[in-house]
T-cell receptor, first 113, second 113 residues
């Protein structure tokens, strides 16, 4: 049981480049989340997917898109990266609406130059 | 809207000393509260959670937290800190609608020998 996995671990982009962050979970969880972590701001929700086939915006969705590819996978796309998107990105999952513990992946550290 | 405040950005304690990390929340009903720990370069790990019932909850690694409704607080404690406890600690509350978490800004714990 790998839990929540994320790729890549590190990435450096130039302004305007695009990339997709991958997340997968093997716990058969229904809900998945993307957060960004910035110093002094805790974790802020970018997008989430309550169940396969649905996605919704979180607190800070601008500049991002997501795809819930199947129950296991939830990807985050930056279409045109900006320096303000330099951050650590975490994916998380939870079993369903009546459960509360979110399980987190190890994170992707992204730098946009 | 729900919010979480962690008043202390950094705390330094001596190894073997007791620890208390503060967390205050804003929430209308009985909250679902969490403490997570993040070791350097790692994802977040759940330390403990409070949903209802006994206001003193025990978690992993010897941590405990006490829910005080009158003070809107959920402070994390440990009687004797170990050097391996050096990490960043996040308090979180579950949003009233939907299975989403709101995080505090985090408290960085340093342990001096």
């Amino acid at each position: 049981n790998a839990g929540v996995t994320q790729t890549p671990k590190f990435q450096v982009l130039k302004t305007g480049q695009s990339m997709t962050l991958q997340c997968a979970q093997d716990m058969n969880h229904n809900s998945m989340y993307w957060y960004r972590q910035d110093p002094g701001m805790g974790l802020r929700l970018i997008y989430y997917s309550a169940s396969e086939g649905t996605t919704d915006k979180g607190e800070v969705p601008n500049g991002y898109n997501v795809s819930r590819l199947n129950k296991r996978e939830f990807s985050l796309r930056l279409e045109s990266a900006a320096p303000s998107q330099t951050s650590v990105y975490f994916c998380a999952s939870v079993a369903g609406p009546y459960y509360n513990e979110q399980f987190f992946g190890p994170g992707t550290r992204l730098t946009v130059l | 809207a729900q919010s979480v405040t962690q008043p202390d950005i950094h705390i330094t304690v001596s190894e073997g000393a007791s620890l208390e990390l503060r967390c205050n929340y804003s929430y209308g009903a009985t909250p679902y509260l969490f403490w997570y720990v993040q070791s350097p370069g790692q994802g977040l790990q759940l330390l403990l959670k409070y949903f209802s019932g006994d206001t003193l909850v025990q978690g992993i690694k010897g941590f405990e937290a006490e829910f005080k409704r009158s003070q809107s607080s959920f402070n994390l404690r440990k009687p004797s800190v170990h050097w391996s406890d050096a990490a960043e600690y996040f308090c979180a509350v579950r949003r009233e609608y939907g299975n989403k978490l709101v995080f505090g800004a985090g408290t960085i714990l340093r342990v001096k020998s």
